[in-house]
C-alpha cells in the first residue's frame, strides 16, 4: 500500500496501548507459533534472532523494527542473548467518518500490514521506546497517557524514516494466516465469527477468497483437518474415541463420532478395525477385557465437563476382537452362571418382572407361598433411559454407578454394597468416606467391573446411559438395572429417578423440600449481594475453561439469582479460553478450582503462567483480591445431594449470610 495513505489514516484512527512487554530470550530459546492479539510493534534491543512472520523467515538483529497485525504467526529463535519490546496496539476509525477513509481501512488497512526494517537514524527512536516501556510500568494514570503521548511520537518518527528509505508495508495474506490458525488450532473452538474478527477483515470478502482459493468453506475446511487428524490418532495411537474428539476440538464423543461417520462413510470403530487389519494390525485385547477383576487406579482427569468430565483408560474403548475373545467371554459366562446360581433365591426383585433370561429360567427359585409372605408389595413399575423395570419391595444389596447417584443414595438412608471410586479421594470424597466405609469400589464411571458386581450378588444396579450403555445388556443378566437419561448440571432429576428406584421416593421428597428451603432461605438473605458477578474457572494441564449456567455450580448459583459475567450468562456449559480471551473471564469475584493429576503439578503451573499474564492481573477480581481457590469436588465432580448442600455452604459463607 502506499506510505501516504498509511500516514493518512494515522491522523484520523483512535489509537488504545493494550500493552506494552519487554521480552528476554537466552541463546538457543523459541518463542513458536505465538499469535498476536492485536496489532503490534516489535523493536528489537540487542542480540540476533532468526524470526518468522506468517512463516516468512527474517533475520532479528537490534534496532531492527517489525510490524504486524492482529493474528499475525510470530516464532523467533534467539542465537544468543535477544532482547525486544513489544508495543500492542488496537488502532479504531472514529465514526461516523468519510466514505473515502472507510472505504481505504477495508480496503489496505494499514493497522494489518507487515513489515521489517533497520531505520538509518535509529537513536530517536531508540530513546522513545525505552521512556515508553519505563512510563507503562508506572501505575497512575498520567504514567498511561504519557506512554500514549510517546507512542505518537515514535510513530511520527517511523514514518519520517520509514519514507526516507522508501519503506513500503506488505498487505498480509489473511487466508494463508487462517489455514495456519486452523492447522494449529483446530482443538480450539473455532468459528467463522472467531476468525474473521481474529484477522480483521470483511467476512463476505474473507469467505469469497477462501472459496476462491480451497474451493469449499473455512468451517468444512477444518472440520476436514480434525478428521485427517482423527483418522491418524484412530490408526496409530490405543487413544479412547472421548480422547480422540477432545484431541480435534469435540468435547462430545458422540457428537464426534456421528460427524465422522458423516464426513467418512465409515464409524470410528469401524475405520480402526479396518485399517488395523490382521495382517498388519496390532493384537489388542478383547473388549471384555477391559473389565479387570482386580481393582485397579484411576488413570485421568477432566477433558470435559458438566458431568461429561473423565477420560480415562476404557472409556469408549474401540477395540477389535481377536482370537482371546473366545476365551475371555466363555469366562465371563462361566461367573454370571455361578452368580446366578448362588444368588438363588436372594435375587427377590428378578423375579418381580424383568424378563428372564434363558440361562436363568431353569433355575428360578418358586414363588413363597401365602403363609410365608404375610404382606404381599404392589410392584412398581420404573421407567428409565433403557425402557421399564418392573420392582417389587425395597432392594437391600444396591451397585451404583455414578458419584451423583451415591449421594442420592446415602441422603435417603441407603448404603450400597457396591459403588464406582470417586473422582477424586483414596476412594471416596472426603465428605462421604465416612459414610462409605466397607463398600466395596466396582471400578469407576467409565469402567465398571463386571465381574466384581456379579459376585456382590446385588438385587438392584443403578447406572447412566452416557457413561455404561455399551454394558447395560450383561448388568441386566447380574440383577434388575435402572439407568438415568443424562449427566446435566440438574442433579435433581436423577435424584428423582434414583431414590423411586430403591422405593425411597417420599423420603426422597423430604430431603429435596429441605434443601430447596435452605436455597430459598440464602436467596432471600442474599438482598443486593446477588448483584455480585460470579465467575468460575476451571484449570487443567491442557486447558482452562469458564462454567456457564447448565453446570453443577452454575444451577445452584441460577436458582439463588446470583449475577454471571456476560460469558457466563448463557444456557450452556462451557467455553475453553485461551489468553487473549482472558477479559471475558472477569467477574467481581473468581472462584477457580484445578484439576491435578495425583503427583503432577503440570495445572499448577498452568495456574501460576495464567495469574502472571498481564491481562489475567488487569482483571477487576484480581486487582481486587477476589480470585479464590475452591474445591473441585465441591464445585464440580461430585455433583450430588451432599456436595449440592455443601456447596449452598461455602457461596453462604462467602456472601455472610450463612
Not at 66 to 88: N, P, Q, T, V, W
Not at 501 to 515: D, R, S
Not at 625 to 637: L, M
Request: include cysteine.
Amino acid at each position: 500500500m502506499k506510505l501516504s495513505n498509511h500516514i493518512l489514516l494515522w491522523n484520523h484512527v483512535f489509537v488504545k496501548i493494550m500493552d506494552i512487554r519487554h521480552v528476554l530470550l537466552n541463546q538457543g530459546e523459541t518463542m513458536r507459533s505465538y499469535h498476536l492479539p492485536s496489532s503490534a510493534f516489535l523493536y528489537i534491543q540487542r542480540g540476533t534472532a532468526q524470526i518468522q512472520m506468517d512463516g516468512i523467515p527474517g533475520k532479528g538483529e537490534r534496532h531492527r523494527i517489525l510490524h504486524g497485525g492482529k493474528g499475525l504467526c510470530l516464532d523467533i529463535a534467539a542465537e544468543e542473548r535477544f532482547e525486544f519490546d513489544m508495543i500492542l496496539y488496537k488502532a479504531t476509525l472514529p465514526l461516523p467518518c468519510s466514505q473515502e477513509l472507510a472505504s481505504l481501512v477495508a480496503a489496505e488497512n494499514p493497522f494489518q500490514t507487515q513489515y521489517g526494517f533497520t531505520p538509518h537514524y535509529p537513536n530517536a527512536l531508540y530513546a522513545t521506546v525505552e521512556s515508553m516501556v519505563r512510563e507503562w510500568q508506572g501505575t497512575d494514570g498520567l504514567a498511561k497517557l504519557q506512554s500514549k503521548t510517546l507512542f505518537y511520537q515514535f510513530v511520527n518518527e517511523l514514518m519520517k524514516q520509514m519514507q526516507h528509505q522508501g519503506i513500503h508495508p506488505v498487505k498480509p495474506d489473511v487466508i494463508a494466516q487462517a489455514i495456519r490458525y486452523i492447522h494449529e488450532r483446530y482443538k480450539e473452538p473455532i468459528t467463522l465469527e472467531w476468525l474473521v474478527e481474529t484477522l480483521e477483515c470483511n467476512s463476505r470478502q474473507f469467505l469469497r477468497m477462501f472459496k476462491s482459493r480451497h474451493h469449499t468453506s473455512p468451517i468444512d475446511y477444518l472440520i476436514q483437518v480434525r478428521m485427517n487428524k482423527a483418522k491418524e490418532l484412530l490408526l496409530n495411537t490405543e487413544h479412547t474415541l472421548k480422547e480422540i474428539a477432545e484431541s480435534v476440538g469435540y468435547s462430545d464423543s458422540y457428537y464426534f463420532s456421528r460427524l465422522f461417520k458423516k464426513i467418512t462413510g465409515s464409524a470410528p470403530t469401524a475405520f480402526r478395525n479396518h485399517g488395523l487389519s490382521p495382517d498388519g494390525g496390532r493384537n489388542n485385547p478383547s473388549v471384555l477385557s477391559k473389565y479387570p477383576i482386580a481393582r485397579r487406579r484411576l488413570q485421568g482427569y477432566i477433558v470435559n465437563d458438566n458431568h461429561y468430565q473423565y477420560n480415562r483408560e476404557g472409556d469408549l474403548h474401540m477395540q477389535r476382537r481377536t482370537k482371546h475373545s473366545m476365551a475371555a467371554t466363555l469366562l465371563l459366562c462361566l461367573a454370571l452362571m455361578i452368580s446366578a446360581c448362588s444368588n438363588g433365591s436372594t435375587n427377590s426383585n428378578a423375579a418381580g418382572g424383568s424378563p428372564a433370561s434363558p440361562s436363568s429360567s431353569s433355575i428360578a427359585t418358586p414363588a413363597p407361598s401365602a403363609a410365608a409372605s404375610p404382606e404381599v408389595e404392589t410392584p412398581r413399575v420404573i421407567k428409565h433411559a433403557m425402557g421399564e423395570e418392573t420392582l417389587t419391595g425395597t432392594p437391600e444389596r444396591v451397585v451404583i454407578l455414578t458419584n451423583e447417584g451415591t449421594e442420592a443414595l446415602l441422603a435417603v438412608g441407603i448404603k450400597p454394597i457396591g459403588a464406582v471410586q470417586s473422582w477424586v479421594g483414596e476412594p471416596w470424597y472426603d465428605h462421604i468416606k465416612e459414610e462409605m466405609q466397607d463398600v466395596s469400589v466396582v471400578g469407576d464411571e467409565l469402567q465398571p467391573n463386571i465381574e466384581m458386581i456379579a459376585t456382590l450378588k446385588p438385587d438392584l444396579i443403578i447406572g447412566n446411559k452416557v457413561r455404561q450403555e455399551k454394558v447395560y445388556e450383561q448388568l441386566k443378566q447380574i440383577a434388575p438395572t435402572v439407568f438415568a437419561e443424562d449427566l446435566g448440571g440438574d442433579w435433581k432429576v436423577n435424584f428423582k429417578l434414583y431414590t423411586e428406584a430403591v422405593n425411597k421416593k417420599e423420603e426422597g421428597e423430604q430431603a429435596m423440600a429441605l434443601y430447596d428451603q435452605r436455597v430459598a432461605d440464602v436467596k432471600a438473605k442474599l438482598g443486593s449481594k446477588a448483584d455480585t458477578k460470579v465467575s468460575i474457572v476451571r484449570i487443567s494441564a491442557s486447558q482452562v475453561r469458564i462454567y456457564q449456567k447448565q453446570t453443577f455450580a452454575g444451577v445452584l448459583l441460577d436458582q439463588l439469582g446470583i449475577a454471571r459475567p456476560a460469558s457466563q450468562d448463557k444456557d450452556s456449559f462451557i467455553e475453553v479460553m485461551t489468553k487473549e480471551t482472558i477479559p471475558s473471564m472477569d467477574g467481581d469475584v473468581m472462584f477457580y478450582f484445578v484439576t491435578e493429576a495425583p503427583g503432577k503439578t503440570d495445572a499448577a503451573k498452568v495456574v501460576e503462567e495464567w495469574m502472571n499474564d498481564p491481562l489475567f492481573k488487569n482483571l477487576n477480581a484480581y486487582k481486587n483480591n477476589k480470585v479464590i481457590q475452591v474445591d473441585e469436588a465441591i464445585w464440580n465432580t461430585a455433583g450430588g445431594y451432599k456436595a449440592a448442600n455443601l456447596l449452598l455452604d461455602e457461596i453462604a459463607k462467602y456472601f455472610e449470610v450463612g
